[in-house]
């Protein structure tokens, strides 16, 4: 997919950074998902002993890859999408009800992002710790929030360049030109 050439520079080098980051964890937390079910296996089978953190690493790599691949698939355009009524539409109203998606989804995303946040000062102060891995509870959660922050501001961006530019944009860097085009492939 190309990416769109407009937008301000300082947010397109800071998504970049961010994009360059989050593939660099989803791309590390799955092979480390993949070692580590290998060497439980192998260690199960083999030596007759599992490894005791096997369980806990990857959840903490399922929240990861979870979190990061939300808001690296919104900055794609790739997440899913229920087109029925939207690919039927005239472009003009196409356009309407992708800034009224974009901001509708936005909102419910920070919500969301506001909710895990509390959660996570309330379970803080509990001081609980994983058994095996011995990391506070609440530090495998804090992802959620950055990435759901990351992923609201990213679809918040979407509406807005949805409204002063002609394209219909799913995302900041794929329009839906751009998308049906790949969609063909």
């Excluded at 919104?74 to 899913?80: F, M, N, Q, Y």
């Excluded at 944009?169 to 329009?175: A, D, K, N, P, Q």
Aim: hydrophobic share 50%; aromatic share 12%.
């Amino acid at each position: 997919m190309t990416t769109s050439s407009s937008g301000p520079g300082a947010y397109r080098r800071v998504i970049g950074i961010v994009n360059k980051l989050e593939g660099a964890i989803l791309i590390i937390s799955v092979l480390l998902m993949a070692g580590n079910n290998i060497a439980n296996v192998v260690g199960r089978v083999v030596f007759n002993q599992s490894l005791f953190f096997a369980e806990e690493l990857n959840s903490i790599l399922i929240i990861l890859v979870t979190f990061a691949g939300t808001s690296f698939a919104a900055r794609h355009g790739s997440h899913i999408r229920m087109t029925a009524i939207f690919d039927a539409l005239p472009r003009r109203y196409q356009k309407g009800l992708i800034v009224l998606i974009t901001f509708a989804t936005s909102a419910c995303i920070f919500t969301i992002c506001y909710f895990s946040v509390t959660y996570i000062l309330w379970v803080a102060p509990r001081g609980q710790i994983l058994p095996a891995l011995q990391i506070p509870v609440y530090l495998t959660y804090l992802w959620a929030p950055v990435s759901l922050f990351i992923t609201g501001l990213e679809y918040f961006v979407t509406g807005i360049k949805n409204l002063y530019h002609r394209p219909v944009y799913l995302s900041t860097e794929v329009t839906n030109d751009e998308y049906e085009n790949v969609a063909e492939l």
